[in-house]
């Protein structure tokens, strides 16, 4: 189906009509509501977000990575895909009506290695504001209120003891799009990243995280918003060179 057609079922569709995808044998629904995750995967596939592309080449069966704020989960559908029954993909999203749609997505694709987890991921272990702004879920945060938005109470967790609940032994990957909450997840995280030294990825469009890891270096993608962590003695870094990423620090 072209784009043309694609938009223009979109826009007689109902919002909760669920959108399903394919993309390299993985199925993917989201509903038909900007900032619900699916809108973007139906027009663009795999070229919704570029790192899609490339997640590939820095995980591999066995490996275990963090989502944090998964939305629908499009990153842990096709992270479940790339570590096989081997690895693990923790999905850390707090709102429930996007935990619920990440179970389903699991299920539609029988991956029994996706753990999903209906709270938030900060620097402490307590109860936060979360404001639902614009009614859009990939907008929603802990950190920034946006006009008279609502807001609900939800848990936070430092990733350090979600870590350690989990009983996981090894962190390949971290990847964060948390709307403005980024430096607290990166506090958070200290004790593993600081053990593990997994490749992390943060999305940009709120501001530039301050805590960034020692000795790593930070990639950007061109046209993307997001920036890449990748540890200074990791082989990778030479994977992100040839994909002809910018290395910025």
């Given at each position: 189906m072209?784009?043309?057609?694609?938009?223009?079922f979109m826009?007689?569709?109902?919002?909760?009509?669920?959108?399903?995808?394919?993309?390299?044998e993985?199925?993917?629904?989201?509903?038909?509501?900007?900032?619900?995750?699916?809108r973007?995967?139906y027009?663009?596939?795999?070229?919704?977000?570029?790192?899609?592309?490339?997640?590939?080449?820095?995980?591999?069966?066995?490996?275990v990575?963090?989502d944090?704020?998964a939305?629908?989960?499009?990153?842990?559908?096709?992270?479940?895909?790339?570590?096989g029954?081997?690895?693990?993909?923790?999905?850390?999203?707090?709102?429930?009506?996007?935990s619920?749609?990440l179970?389903k997505n699991?299920?539609?694709?029988n991956?029994?290695?996706?753990?999903?987890r209906?709270?938030?991921?900060?620097?402490?272990?307590?109860?936060k504001?979360?404001w639902?702004?614009?009614?859009?879920?990939?907008?929603?945060?802990?950190?920034i209120?946006?006009?008279?938005?609502?807001?609900?109470s939800?848990?936070t967790?430092?990733?350090?003891?979600?870590?350690?609940?989990?009983?996981?032994?090894?962190?390949?990957?971290?990847?964060?799009?948390?709307e403005?909450?980024?430096?607290?997840?990166?506090k958070?995280?200290?004790?593993?990243?600081?053990?593990?030294?997994?490749?992390?990825?943060v999305?940009m469009?709120?501001?530039?995280?301050?805590?960034?890891?020692?000795?790593?270096?930070?990639f950007?993608?061109?046209?993307?918003?997001?920036?890449?962590?990748?540890?200074g003695?990791?082989?990778?870094?030479?994977?992100?060179?040839d994909?002809?990423?910018?290395m910025?620090k």
């Amino acid at each position: 189906m072209t784009q043309f057609l694609k938009k223009a079922f979109m826009a007689i569709a109902p919002g909760n009509f669920l959108l399903t995808s394919t993309i390299d044998e993985v199925k993917f629904q989201g509903y038909n509501r900007t900032g619900f995750g699916g809108r973007g995967v139906y027009l663009k596939g795999i070229d919704y977000e570029l790192e899609l592309k490339y997640l590939k080449y820095f995980i591999g069966e066995g490996s275990v990575l963090i989502d944090v704020g998964a939305n629908s989960g499009i990153y842990s559908m096709m992270a479940a895909k790339i570590v096989g029954s081997k690895g693990t993909v923790l999905s850390v999203e707090p709102f429930p009506a996007m935990s619920a749609m990440l179970i389903k997505n699991a299920e539609l694709n029988n991956f029994n290695n996706v753990r999903v987890r209906t709270f938030g991921a900060s620097d402490k272990t307590e109860v936060k504001t979360f404001w639902l702004n614009g009614n859009k879920p990939n907008s929603f945060s802990f950190s920034i209120q946006d006009g008279d938005a609502k807001n609900l109470s939800f848990l936070t967790v430092k990733l350090d003891e979600l870590f350690e609940w989990e009983h996981l032994q090894r962190l390949d990957y971290i990847k964060i799009d948390a709307e403005g909450e980024e430096d607290n997840v990166l506090k958070g995280a200290e004790q593993i990243i600081e053990k593990f030294h997994p490749i992390i990825q943060v999305e940009m469009t709120q501001r530039m995280p301050q805590s960034i890891p020692k000795d790593y270096k930070i990639f950007h993608i061109p046209t993307s918003d997001n920036h890449v962590y990748i540890p200074g003695n990791s082989n990778k870094i030479q994977v992100a060179i040839d994909l002809g990423w910018e290395m910025i620090k």
